[in-house]
């Protein structure tokens, strides 16, 4: 299993506690992330969403730089049609001044939550490979609008993919991230992706990273505040605070969100240790993933910390103990 482990952590709010908090708490899990030998700790972009205080990628990434030393962090990621591509540019230059050569920019397109989000967006209609190909002019010195503050070394660029995505990530020669529905498909769409790679100077051979959420635990139930959280989002319209087990066990749901909720657990990997390193293996090697992309989230933060610490050592990386899915 010669894969990358990395944690995307999207800030996500608990009820009953003030927002700030779940920033600060991103910023000590990446410090615990470093300590532990994660590879790279994400982070997102969500605005005017209840259940999550991400909404400004390049400041929060800024506050983790000050806060570790070697751990790469990125984007998982920036919507680009939010943005202008040099305002992009200009803010992930000046991270990496921060934390010069762990600077990597991921890029998604997707909408605003709501009709209110995007119209206070301004979000209109973008043609999101040009705005990559602008974007990525910038960060490399060729364009003709010349960057300040300039890298010292290269800001690597992903794709947050879908159908779509996957095939700009192709033409550009991208890596991606891919998450959802596509980890669970018949792998024709990452084949197609494979096929159609240009090879670029910053990447000359397709790269894949799988994103989804995974726990190591004996509770079978730490998934629920997650799950119910996203089967809310679909049937009220609002993705809200993760709230305690027994709250959503004691819940009233509706037929509609209980099966929201049954798809959200179906699609994590959940359970003890054996569990979960016999699925992930699987997964790892049906899609050639390079990296693993640990996206799990629940409203116990002490549970939450020792999946972190035990999927570390499921990856052999050192802290606190050895695994058995190791890297050269």
Known sequence: MNS????????????????????????????????????RVWVAEHHSVPGIA???????LTAIAGATTTIRIGSAGVMLPHHQPLVVAEQFATLAAFAPGRVDLGLGRSPGFTPPVRRALRQTDHDFAADVTELRGYLTGRSEVSLHPRPDGPIPLYVLATGAGLQVAAALGLPVIVGGPLLWSDGGALAEYRRAFRPSPQQPEPWVAVSLDVLITDDPDLILPEAWAMARSRTEGEFPPLEPVAVVRAATKTSRQQQYLEQTVAAAITGPRARVESRLAELLERTGAAELVAAGSTYDRAALAASDAALAALFDRGHPTNGSLSRP
């Open 4 to 39: 990358r482990l990395s944690l995307l952590d999207r800030s996500r709010t608990r009820a009953g506690e003030a927002s700030p908090i779940a920033l600060h708490e991103t910023v000590a899990r990446a410090v615990r992330a470093e300590w532990l030998g994660y590879d």
């Open 54 to 60: 991400g909404s400004a990628p390049a400041v929060l």
